[in-house]
């Protein structure tokens, strides 16, 4: 069974920063692709960014102030976020995608969500 557990979800002021990370648990051989998605009240859940091998991508809104990182080796993937706004509030969710582990294979698995909160 694959497990994604997130951390560094907070209150910041617009303008400040906060780090997001997931650990994904399990025996876990590889991942194709890690990302954060969010969901802010009454609106669907949108993709923030994703990674890889190595490349990332981004939803324009958070271009140039957020930026994507992994650790295959470790099964982690972070987000730091830079000049958060009050736009960015939102409940994060870590994704992972074409899971492979030592017993089977998973197309997706979801965290449970970190809440991010900034204020005016």
């Known amino acids: 069974q694959v497990q994604l557990l997130e951390s560094g979800g907070g209150l910041v002021q617009a303008g400040g920063s906060l780090r997001l990370s997931c650990a994904a648990s399990?025996?876990?051989?590889?991942?194709?692709?890690m990302g954060w998605y969010r969901q802010a009240p009454g609106k669907e859940r949108e993709l923030v960014a994703e990674?890889?091998?190595?490349?990332?991508t981004y939803d324009d809104s958070v271009k140039g102030r957020f930026t994507i990182s992994s650790d295959n080796g470790r099964k982690t993937v972070h987000l730091q976020m830079n000049n958060l706004q009050p736009e960015d509030t939102a409940v994060y969710y870590c994704?992972?995608?074409?899971?492979?582990?030592?017993?089977?294979?998973?197309?997706?698995?979801w965290g449970r969500g970190t809440q991010v909160t900034v204020s005016a």
């Open positions: 994704n992972a995608q074409g899971i492979i582990t030592d017993k089977a294979n998973y197309g997706e698995a």
């Open positions: 399990g025996k876990i051989s590889s991942i194709n692709v």
């Open positions: 990674i890889t091998r190595g490349i990332s």
